[in-house]
């Protein structure tokens, strides 16, 4: 019993020991993680069309903006809540 005890405590404190806890404490754009509020970072996205922001054509990938905001000059085609009535949306009221 005794013994038992030894071991698993043992195992215990070398699993706990050996784990790997890099936390962060600042919130940094440019670090490439997520943080809280950030919309990308590098290659880590949260949206991935255009679509997601309302537009209704893309010519290329979204990318991540230095300033950890989305470069949307690929997002094209007018927008949705523009005012402006689109192809897409007259072919679906005329359904």
């Keep these: 019993m005794r013994f038992m005890l030894i071991a698993i405590s043992a195992i215990s404190f070398f699993l706990l020991g050996s784990c790997d806890t890099k936390t962060k404490t ?7 993680f997520l943080d809280p509020g ?13 679509s997601e922001f309302g537009y209704y054509v893309q ?32 072919r679906n009221m005329r359904r």
Excluded: I, Y
């Design 38 to 50: 950030e919309p990308c970072d590098g290659s880590q996205l949260t949206a991935t069309a255009c």
């Design 26 to 32: 600042v919130d940094s754009c440019g670090d490439g």
């Design 59 to 90: 010519t290329g990938e979204l990318r991540c903006n230095s300033d950890c905001t989305f470069d949307l000059s690929m997002c094209t085609g007018g927008r949705c809540g523009d005012r402006t009535m689109s192809n897409r949306a007259w």
